[in-house]
């Protein structure tokens, strides 16, 4: 079963194309890893699929929301862009937490807001959701007292808050020290294999190779080839995928 389907999504900044027709079907529990080199698109393609930018053209549907963008965006998309937002848990490189709030209530406030969750029932499920991202015991602690790993693993908690269709990743280890990285790559891993549909940006290929049903490879706005990442990896097709693949080695 499908659960995103994007067909055509281009975006230009000024004169400069940045996606030019992007497609891509995602199934149901599928991990879809996505690489790539600096400024092929890739975190403007995920922000293109939730419209924190909105792409100049190209149809979306993730889960029951379906959005077709041609030129602008009209009245009805935007409801249907805000219903498509909350059900998308989005992990950003920078784990983008509100300072002045509790590593619990960081997690509570999409609940509390946008759910209206009575409070004892929000608090509750957040507990829950930093237990299993192994946060438990530093459930009252702010971010500035907790590790950057530590912070990301809040940052996926308070993604999962909404019980999203699917989850986006966007280089969400890269702002970490070498050893923090693993605790977080732990966390994401579980997820895929409790089932989470989920599309990851990153440059962990050991991950990927762990993890990924497919690794799409990017390059100038386009999906230049996408495979299961052995196929990917060992046996690249395009000699733009074996140049970034030695340039990464
Ligand atoms: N808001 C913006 N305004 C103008 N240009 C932008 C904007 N966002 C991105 N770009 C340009 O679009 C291109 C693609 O950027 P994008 O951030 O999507 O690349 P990326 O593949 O995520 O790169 P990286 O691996 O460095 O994160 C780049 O040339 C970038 O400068
Ligand atoms: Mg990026």
């Known amino acids: 079963m499908k659960i995103v389907e994007v067909k ?57 929301h379906v959005i077709r963008i041609n030129g602008r965006v009209t009245r009805e998309q935007k409801k249907e862009i805000r219903e498509m937002r909350k059900k998308t ?8 937490l509100f300072p002045h709030k509790t590593a619990l209530e960081n997690v509570m406030e999409g609940p509390l807001t ?7 029932e ?17 459930k009252d602690h702010y971010p500035a007292q907790l590790s950057g790993g530590q912070q990301q693993r809040v940052a ?6 909404l019980d999203p269709t699917v989850m986006l990743y966007d280089e969400p280890t890269s702002a970490l020290d070498p050893e923090l990285v693993r605790e977080v790559l732990q966390v994401i891993k579980e997820l895929a294999l409790e089932g ?24 100038g706005g386009v ?17 733009r995928t074996k140049r970034f693949l030695s340039s990464t080695k």
């Not at 946008?114 to 004892?120: D, Q, S, V, Y």
């Not at 996926?156 to 808050?161: D, G, M």
């Open 8 to 64: 055509n999504v281009r975006k230009q900044f000024g004169s400069s194309p940045v996606l030019c027709g992007i497609d891509l079907d995602v199934e149901k529990s599928e991990v879809v890893v996505i690489m790539g080199p600096s400024g092929s698109g890739k975190s403007t393609f995920l922000r293109c699929l939730t419209n924190l930018e909105t792409p100049d053209e190209g149809d979306i549907r993730i889960g029951p």
């Open 89 to 96: 848990g989005f992990v950003f490189q920078s784990f983008n």
């Open 114 to 120: 946008i759910r209206n969750l009575p409070a004892a």
């Open 122 to 138: 929000a608090r509750e499920a957040a507990g829950s959701l930093l237990e299993k991202v192994g946060l438990g015991d530093r």
């Open 156 to 161: 996926i908690a308070r993604a999962l808050s």
């Open 196 to 219: 989470m549909t989920m599309i990851i940006v990153t440059h962990e290929m050991g991950f990927a190779k762990d993890v990924a049903d497919r690794v799409i490879f990017m390059d």
């Open 223 to 239: 999906i230049v080839e996408q495979g299961k990442p052995e196929q990917v990896f060992d046996h690249p097709q395009h000699e």
